[in-house]
């Protein structure tokens, strides 16, 4: 079964601050998304990779940057945190292409920024 | 752009009744179409999803979706609701081609189950 990893449930981390979330999958996908959850706005797509070293941004990427050194692992970075980018952070894998297979998530992230 | 419309943001059924959560979707070709579902504190979780072929679709937990081409719906429902089934529920699309697998989702549907 696969499983999507975030190191964090909670995390509480103060306004300038540089925070990272991190994301790691066991069954060596080739695609790695973060969304951003808030109430009423359903899921948004921060950022994505499609392979290591390799990214595209999303619909919001504004504030955030990611980096993917090895394939299991995909992280995304606050670069100066700001009490705007409060909310639940979901990471997600799938394999590559249409192989008849959802996306898989993580259990998200909830971020403060005091 | 795509785009996808959840109209109902907030959902109350009693035990037992039935439910239908209304999803509509606009894009230029038919993607591919998900439920997920969202428990308190929890990731998303798979529903149902539709490729092709056969437009109702069964999902886990009793729950099955049926798409409409001509309305451009892919509505999910279940006939007899549980107490558990109290969470959120996300619509989402996937375009068929050049999509690079990225999902547009819905705002979401909270449904609260009444004993």
């Known amino acids: 079964d696969v499983k999507v990893t975030q190191s964090s449930r909670y995390l509480v981390k103060r306004t300038g601050e540089k925070v990272f979330l991190e994301c790691v999958q066991d069954?060596?996908?080739?695609?790695m998304f973060w969304y951003r959850q808030d109430p009423g706005l359903g899921l948004r797509l921060i950022y994505f990779?499609?392979?290591?070293?390799?990214?595209e941004k999303g619909d919001i990427p504004e504030g955030y940057s990611v980096s993917r050194e090895k394939k299991e692992r995909f992280s995304l970075i606050l670069e100066s945190a700001s009490t705007n980018q409060t909310s639940m952070y979901l990471c997600?894998?799938?394999?590559?292409?249409?192989?008849?297979?959802?996306?898989?998530f993580g259990d998200g992230t909830r971020l403060s920024i005091l | 752009a795509q785009s996808v419309t959840q109209p109902d943001i907030h959902i109350t059924v009693s035990e037992g009744a039935s439910l239908e959560l209304r999803c509509n979707y606009s894009?230029?070709?038919?993607?591919?179409l998900f439920w997920y579902v969202q428990s308190p504190g929890q990731g998303l979780q798979l529903l149902l999803k539709?490729?092709?072929?056969?437009?109702l679709v069964q999902g886990i937990k009793g729950f099955e979706a049926e798409f409409k081409r001509s309305q451009s719906s892919f509505n999910l429902r279940k006939p007899s609701v549980h107490w558990s089934d109290a969470a959120e529920y996300f619509c989402?699309?996937?375009?068929?081609?050049?999509?690079?697998?990225?999902?547009?989702f819905g705002t979401g549907t909270q449904l609260k189950v009444e004993l």
């Open positions: 997600a894998s799938i394999e590559s292409g249409h192989s008849n297979q959802p996306q898989h």
């Open positions: 069954m060596d996908h080739e695609n």
């Open positions: 990779s499609y392979d290591v070293k390799m990214k």
């Open positions: 894009y230029g070709a038919t993607p591919y």
């Open positions: 539709y490729f092709s072929g056969d437009t």
């Open positions: 989402a699309v996937e375009p068929l081609t050049g999509g690079g697998n990225k999902l547009t």
